[in-house]
């Protein structure tokens, strides 16, 4: 199921934003246009856009201001989506091949600054020096936390909260955007504008816990590509940190993470997901994550009881249980 | 000599312009900030902040309005450079290792971002749409014209328009809206703004052609980078395209351009370099220059005589005829 069908009414609207994303990329002719089609069409959960359109429900909602914030923020996302690839060096996503992957390196760096470019225009569109100021903050929160990923890459001795502070930058800080800009877009009370930010927060953290669960759990016929993509890269993730603290596998996984970041072979990779599997870290990621949820959800308390409020909690559930 | 000591008046303000330059960079530990502490060192002409205030000259000049636009377009010129160094694969520039060779190319590639995102952050303080419209449209102009700059690498059937299409996304348009801007940021009239912008279009284009003239003519201890680089890496610049024209000489280029494309080693290169150098696509190259040189002045010929004026028909000379 398509986590979007669980907002009928927000279909057409939803539609309206894809068709202004598409019309963003498509002025250029030339490989850029191609790359950006082709990203385009590999399609994506559009979490942002989403996220923007319902926070306007809780001002004054008006598709014209919002369309413009939500598009920019999926643009943000794809940009940054298409420099990690070339840094995880990624040949598949959502199942097609990746920029890098079908053209090179070369073009995926200047796809990605081109489609950044493109988000600057739709922002400066908007004549709002708030929105602005808060999105540029969040890119340069996006860059120290894909730095600090890089920077611990095989780093066994990381700690729960390296990782949390790291993916509260890569993840959770864009997401609490959204939901803040739709509000602010859409003229709402500051504190509900706050409350928003709080809520996309922590959807944001058990967003990025939930992702980097399944990259252990799920398929790769799910997944849109192979599991173990996080650990052969080097990024040592939530249910990793809790496994190492097993002194019965401890020994065992430091091996086989030293093994893969001296590039002795994929077989590693595996026998380290089985580990990570039977251990109890998977667990103890996915009761953090539900705990986040639950924090989503307090701040929802706070808001006026519309039915934007129920989607919000709708929302939050879908992410903390889908599969991928 | 340092092109800027041509500009007494200029240095206590470029001097504050680099201050808040280092100022925007240093916010951050971690690697990010080491990356860009080694870029600034790197230092640079500064081209465009000193650009920028030389055209504020042109209305009411005021440091505080002109420094933040002076850092966002030398951020951007930083950011893009960063960029080009994964693409180049270049080891060297300014005679320091570059962020891609000091570190490696992912770090390259979210300090490049980094940087970028810094830009915005600052021209998000400025509450002036225009600028900030001008500035990302002129970013995703940079980033086609480096997309076809890839797309022409070995292209040896690339005709002088192509590459004057190229070089003027890549190059001249950010050096044009540089003049535009210090203008528009000192309510300047518009059409002194215009002329401005015309100005530093037509210099942009003599300093492109001029970076790749010196590329061929110029040594290794001038250049801060081994000569040959562009070809090397399968940039036809302007001087290899009229040497191409040569039929003394074609039939031999083209099959040490190949070889280059094929990897097979580095003497092509040198061989290259000499034929260029011998033959009259030097002399063309220059000239055509020297042709944006003179349109350059012109522009400025409808501007107010004011010692500006004559500061900027300075520096169309000294970007013309530098060597290095």
């Known amino acids: 199921m398509n986590w979007l069908d669980l907002y009928v009414e927000l279909k057409p609207d939803l539609a309206f934003v894809e068709n202004e994303l598409e019309r963003s990329l498509q002025t250029d002719r030339g490989l850029l246009g191609e790359a950006a089609a082709h990203l385009l069409k590999a399609g994506g959960k559009r979490v942002r856009p989403a996220l923007v359109l319902v926070s306007g429900r809780f001002g004054r909602y008006s598709l014209e201001r919002l369309a413009p914030v939500a598009v920019a923020l999926e643009l943000i996302h794809m940009g940054s989506l298409v420099h990690d690839d070339v840094i995880d060096d990624a040949d598949v996503r959502r199942g097609r091949l990746t920029v890098k992957s079908k053209w090179d390196n070369r073009v995926a760096m200047y796809t990605g600054d081109y489609i950044f470019a493109k988000a600057l225009m739709t922002i400066a569109e908007l004549d709002n020096p708030d929105i602005h100021r808060i999105l540029s903050r969040a890119m340069v929160q996006m860059c120290l936390g894909e730095m600090e990923q890089i920077r611990h890459f095989f780093e066994t001795g990381q700690t729960v909260r390296d990782y949390l502070k790291r993916i509260r930058r890569k993840t959770a800080l864009l997401i609490a955007v959204s939901c803040q800009l739709g509000a602010l ?96 870290g998977i667990r103890r990621a996915e009761s953090l994550s539900a705990r986040y949820v639950e924090k989503a959800r307090e701040a929802l308390g706070g808001l006026p009881d519309v039915p934007a409020r129920r989607w919000l909690s709708d929302i939050s559930l879908f992410l903390a249980n889908r599969d991928h």
Do not use: C, H, W
């Open 185 to 280: 877009a859409a003229d709402a009370p500051p504190p509900v504008a706050a409350r928003l930010y709080r809520y996309g927060y922590n959807i944001g953290m058990a967003f990025q816990i939930r992702d980097d669960i399944l990259d252990i759990t799920g398929t790769e016929e799910r997944l849109g590509k192979p599991p173990g993509s996080d650990i052969r890269q080097g990024n040592i993730t939530l249910p990793y940190i809790y496994s190492l603290q097993d002194e019965t596998r401890r020994g065992r996984m430091l091996a086989l993470i030293r093994g893969l970041r001296d590039g002795e072979g994929e077989d590693g990779a595996a026998e380290l997901l089985r580990l990570v599997r039977e251990s109890g």
